[in-house]
Nanobody, 116 residues
Framework: VQLQAFGGGLVQPGGSLRLSCAAS????????MGWYRQAPGKQRDLVAT???????VYADSVKDRFTISRDNAKNTVYLQMNSLKREDTAVYYC???????????WGKGTLVTVSS
């Protein structure tokens, strides 16, 4: 199973970005998928998760600004980030929980920088 994330970059405060993460090699599909982030010098923290059926969980810091979604046919998870703040600057990692063995698989991360 491999995950590849796309969409990071530099954006001004108040701007938007959309991250995507495609999982490949996972026959039978994935249970939870989602995103974590790690800012410089800090631990990796949950951003948002989504189940196969579409139930979502968000960190308090991103509620009402970020939206997670997924396309089960494409094994892809998305993160729409609006009203970005400087404190959203981090490397964003996607993960997917494989149905076959229950293990979490991780992408390499994509850097999001919010700066003017």
């Amino acid at each position: 199973v491999q995950l590849q994330a796309f969409g990071g970059g530099l954006v001004q405060p108040g701007g938007s970005l959309r991250l995507s993460c495609a999982a490949s090699g996972g026959i039978f599909g994935f249970n939870n998928m989602g995103w974590y982030r790690q800012a410089p010098g800090k631990q990796r923290d949950l951003v948002a998760t989504i189940t196969y059926g579409g139930s979502t969980v968000y960190a308090d810091s991103v509620k009402d600004r970020f939206t997670i979604s997924r396309d089960n046919a494409k094994n892809t998870v998305y993160l729409q980030m609006n009203s970005l703040k400087r404190e959203d600057t981090a490397v964003y990692y996607c993960f997917a929980n494989w149905v076959r063995n229950g293990m979490d698989y991780w992408g390499k991360g994509t850097l999001v920088t919010v700066s003017s």
